[in-house]
């Protein structure tokens, strides 16, 4: 039992809601609510902290997913007045943290801190009211994270939502932001509702085998990995029912993810959404919020239905990713809002992630999960940065030749360039680790798929390197400058404080990518036990060369 | 002890990197070349003391320990270092040179804004380039390939403020993207391929990237996947050519000279180029096995050397001279490596290849600090229209440019004399092979006509410049001096390597024996020294020099008759092949991206809201139903209850 969990989740709630209740009052609270984001950035370093030191994972346990620190009360459980194969439905709830979801934790708290400092100079009015909705989401973000059954993970994925809606239409570009931000409502609600009943029917899948209904996703975890091992020992017609009985589920939990995840050809709420919102508040939604979906493949896909993932999403979904990568980047290239350009740009990098994640081995799966928080930290300070610029220049457009702000705009413009090396996937930062790993992991299951993917790294340098010569390079910045306020000079202190922290943590990561790697370690190699078999069993053809050589 | 040499090469350069970084933050600028040189000179100490105490250690190749990078599942990754005398051997030109240009930088630049921002970023080089020397595994040699890339980035780029100097750079990083996305490519299939050899573990796929299982386990490799191989090897090429500035990747190089001269003498002439040509020196086992790949190496050599030497002829700007020479030269040192192509010529290709690397970097990087004097005294002026006869006023330049001139042209008993001899010669020795005979003999046609037009180029370039009636342009000033000591003293130490170094090393098979310590460069058959070649090369270099001559005389813009005019427009033009990947490579791309941006917003999007729009169509099919009148509810509750009823009483 550990209450650090409910202590994360509820500090930064309860403290978005004070700031709330204090009504007008609740102008003086601004640095209460920053001082409560650094402690929460705190708590989550003291997450990762425990879960480093927590429960090492049980070598011989079914379970592919576990935690290695909890937090299950007794009085957290649901009673439902309905029963399932004659067993009266109680759900446990509990919460827990292994690596990944330790990695989330942290990254959820160091972008909420940067882009509550950041909010300061960039958010002009209802400060107070903009920095509470930051927290709820933040609180709903961790409970995300930590859930470890499937009515609290769906409970905290719909409420981030809420706040999210209030901030996008509340502070962005008032004329769109209504019908960007219902699109985006509306895009992932239709991904939630199959997405619920796909949970439903893990939870009466579940008690028609083993009495009673879980929704724990330790027990379901094991049950599922059970399960594919006696049909793998019964042979291929087991599996193939095994398959069919999975895919149903597995297509309805895709299709909620997808979108979270913005796969193509469902990816189109994202740059609506990122163009409208501020972008301090796009750099929380790219960041954290569009990793829920990678997330929840990890958490609930990949552990519960591997041998339906395997049969046919995975070169769908990886082909998608590949080409996800290479439109993205090609889009990006087209677009004359700035916004826009960072938004496909995530969609491309994005997908490497999906590639990572698809590939089903330990090293794609790694590169996927490190990936998630790399480009979290990277696309934050993106965002953050052009946040910053187009406080400073007006009607900024990617179109714009020779602007020259880094003679105006140092510490902006080195911090813009090392972040867009790091995007493009420079080695010794944190990018190359993660996009290195994913290609590795889908060169051992198709290396047609490498080959499209490994063109992402030439295209991300393309735009980014674009933005940098055209906005930053080019001329001595005052003939074509037209400043938006005058003397607002470079970055203050404060952000170049948050942003050279954030920079910091890239290159730790990339010039020693071990530490983090080691705290993912276990949660890999546990659900590698289900996923590299399931997807061996369904493509027999996958590793050809290894068969060629055997023959 | 030389554990610890080992080491200082690469973090010497690395915290005289952060210290300047701090500076420039700091803005203490004026003394950011002192930690730069402090730490370069240690870098340089510490490779020479490797050589002398022999730190490729007993068996030719030792492996100093680092940390463990990563370690995930298949893939282990250590940071360490691997020496060997081919390693050592390009080592000490890399931190040799670096210490003489970072002094020679130290005045050039001293009024520049970016003082300590310059030494930063040259430290860096030096630590990525020395890192990648140093690499004991592959995907090592990936990532500090990239970081020089990078480093080259933000030197070319180094005055960002010039529109120019700011697309260069981001040619140059984007031209050697692509090349290196072929190099990943090639070194994820490797990795694969090797995990997969019978016998290894299935576990540990990318494991063995180290190039010492890369040799062990390529002989099975060569009999299970030869197809593979082939295509590996290829891939990995196609990175060697990208940052060697080979055709068709070596667009980006002559607009790299928009960077400070130094840099341009350092990274793009002497040592950051010729890394594509280590990689295919340190991967010659590896090429041994697809000699068709080395063919194509060679073919690709020939045509760059030949066409960058035709455009060297008729370019105005000294410094896009001597940038289309090293692009020219570099094609010869990849000419000479396909002559591995032949059996057992492999390691006497290499030593030919990398002798000529030792000594183009000499008189290449004199040959780029002598332009930047001149540009210097010119006042950042380096058309060769505006200015003529400087050897009054720039008397030692003079000199020095002559004798890198000198060399360069291949004048007899001068370092290039012997390094470019000993590439013909092994050319010519190629030649007899039966199966790639016929192309080394068009490669050594090619070698002799390409050294004919770099004597006529070079002679050219140097008496148009220092010879003739003494023009100043207006730049200038009336300030048009000589460079003071501090860039003088580098340059002669780098004078008496381009008059000296050639002659010590090459007739006296020193380099040769000291690169046969290395395991995989063995020598297998005793070299030839072609007295006829030899005779053959200097004639043609005292030949071309006279012809340079020759044309520096007669006034370039007057001659206009029919096909030389032509030649001269192409030459001038870069063969238009700037103008076609721009046009038909570029553009399309960019076409493409403004087509799926278009579609993005008007298929996939418009598509996916029709959807969303289907609920409101449902709607509509009810809507006509609620139209507020009280009779029509009253007639359809009727309806409702009669129907209720009648199923009640049916039932």
Known sequence: MDYLIPITILLPLLSGLAI?????????????????????????????????????????????????????????????????????????????????????????????????????????????????????????????????????????????????????????????????????????????????????????????????????????????????????????????????????????????????LAVLPLHTWLPSTYAVANP???????????????????????????????????????????????????????????????????????????????????????????????????????????????????????????????????????????????????????????????????????????????????????????????????????????????????????????????????????????????????????????????????????????????? | MPNLFAWVVPMAPLVGCIVCAVLSFRGDRKIAHFPAILSLLFAALSSLCLVFFGGQGESGTTTYEGYRYLHVGGLTLDISLKIDTLCLTLLCVVTCISAMIAIYSKDYMHDDPGYARYFSVFCGFVFCMTMLVLSHNLLMMYAFWEGVGTCSYLLIGFWFRK?????????????????????????????????????????????????????????????????????????????????????????????????????????????????????????????????????????????????????????????????????????????????????????????????????????????FLAAGNVMHAMGDVIDMRKFSGLKRVLPKTNLLFLVGAAALAGIPLLSGFFSKDGILAVLYDASADGEYGFQFKVLLGIGFLTAFMTAVYTSKAYFRTFHGTERIPEEAGHHAHESTNVMLAPMALLAVGALVVGGALGPTHILADYLGKSPTLVPHGEHHESLLIMIASGIVGIAGCAVGFMLSKAQPSTRTDGAMAAIADFGKNRLYIDWAYSRFIVLPLEFLAGVLGWLDTNLVDAFVMKIADLPRLAGLLGQRYQNGRVPAYTFVTAVGVAAVAIWIVSR
């Open chain 1, 20 to 260: 709330f209740l204090a009504g007008y009052q609740g102008r003086k609270l601004v640095p209460f609510g920053i001082a409560a984001s650094l402690a929460t950035l705190l708590l989550s370093v003291g997450v990762v902290y425990s879960t480093f030191n927590g429960a090492k994972a049980d070598p011989n346990s079914l379970a592919t997913v576990g935690s290695a620190i909890e937090f299950a009360p007794s009085w957290l459980r649901i009673q439902l007045p309905v029963s399932i194969a004659n067993h009266p439905v109680r759900w446990q709830l509990q919460f827990g943290v292994d690596g990944i979801g330790a990695l989330m934790v942290l990254l959820t708290g160091i972008v909420t801190a940067a882009v509550c400092i950041f909010s300061l100079q960039q958010i002009r009015d209802r400060l107070h009211q903009y920095i509470a909705l930051i927290l709820i989401s933040e609180s709903m973000l961790m409970g995300v994270f930590m859930s470890m059954d499937l009515v609290s993970f769906y409970l905290f994925f719909e409420a981030v939502l809420l706040p999210l809606i209030l901030l996008i239409n509340g502070w962005g570009n008032s004329k769109e932001a209504l019908s960007a931000s219902r699109k985006f409502l509306l895009f992932t609600l239709a991904g939630s509702v199959p997405m619920v009943i796909g949970f439903i029917g893990i939870a009466l899948q579940s008690a028609s085998i083993t009495n009673p209904s879980t929704v724990d996703l330790e027990v379901l975890s094991a049950m599922a990995n059970q399960q594919q091992t006696e049909a793998v020992a019964g042979g291929a017609e087991l599996v193939s029912t095994l398959a069919t009985n999975q895919q149903w589920i597995l297509w309805l939990l895709l299709l909620g993810f997808g979108i979270k």
């Open chain 1, 280 to 551: 301090n508040t796009t750099a929380l939604i790219a960041s954290v919020v569009a990793k829920l979906g990678v997330f929840g493949i990890v958490r609930i896909v990949l552990p519960l239905t591997p041998i339906g993932l395997a049969s046919e999403a995975q070169i769908l979904f990886a082909s998608l990713g590949a080409i996800a990568i290479v439109y993205g980047a090609f889009v990006a290239l087209s677009q004359s809002d700035l916004r826009k350009v960072f938004a496909y740009s995530s969609i491309s990098h994005m997908g490497f992630v999906t590639v990572g994640l698809m590939s089903l081995n330990t090293e794609g799966m790694s590169g996927a999960a490190i990936q998630m928080f790399n480009h979290g930290i990277i696309t934050c300070a993106m965002f953050l940065l052009l946040g910053m610029l187009e406080q400073r220049r007006a009607n900024l457009t990617f179109t714009m030749e020779d602007l020259g702000m880094a003679a105006l705009y140092p510490r902006i413009s080195v911090l813009l360039i090392f972040f867009t090396l790091a995007g493009a996937g420079l080695p010794g930062l944190n990018g190359f680790v993660g996009e290195l790993l994913a290609m590795m992991g889908m060169t051992r299951v198709n290396a047609a798929i490498t080959a499209i993917a490994v063109l992402g790294t030439v295209l991300g340098a393309w735009y980014g390197l674009r933005i940098v010569q055209r906005l930053m390079f080019g001329s001595d910045g005052h003939s074509k400058h037209k400043p938006l306020i005058e003397g607002q000079g470079d970055c203050a202190s404060l952000e170049l404080t948050t942003l050279a922290f954030m920079a910091i943590v890239c290159v730790y990561i990339g010039v020693r990518p071990a530490g983090p790697m080691k705290m993912i370690e276990p949660d890999i190699a546990r659900l590698v036990k289900v996923t590299e078999p399931a997807s061996k069993i369904m493509h027999p053809d996958v590793d050809t060369l290894a068969q060629t050589a055997a023959k």
């Open chain 2, 163 to 367: 529109p120019s100097a700011a697309r260069a750079a981001t040619k140059a990083f984007l031209v050697n993207r692509i090349a290196d996305c072929g190099f990943l490519f090639g070194i994820l299939l490797l990795g694969y391929a090797m995990g997969q050899v019978a016998g290894q573990a299935s576990d540990s796929f990318f494991a063995r990237l180290n190039f010492d299982n890369i040799f062990t386990s390529l002989p099975a490799l060569a009999s299970q996947h030869p197809d593979l191989l082939v295509w590996i090897s290829l891939l990995l090429m196609i990175g060697a050519i990208g940052k060697s500035a080979q055709f068709p990747f070596h667009v980006w190089l002559p607009d790299a000279m928009e960077g400070p001269t130094p840099v341009s003498a350092l990274i793009h002439a002497a040592t950051m180029v010729t890394a594509g040509v280590y990689l295919m020196a340190r991967l010659s086992p590896l090429m041994e096995y697809t000699p068709w790949v080395l063919s194509v190496v060679g073919w690709l050599g020939g045509i760059t050397a030949f066409i960058a030497a035709l455009m060297a002829l008729f370019q105005d700007d000294l410094k896009r001279v001597l940038a289309y020479s090293t692009v020219s030269q570099l094609g010869y040192l990849f000419m000479a490596l396909s002559a591995g192509s032949v059996k057992g010529f492999m390691a006497l290709a290499v030593t030919a290849a990398m002798f000529h690397l030792v000594t183009h970097a000499f008189f290449k990087a004199l040959l």
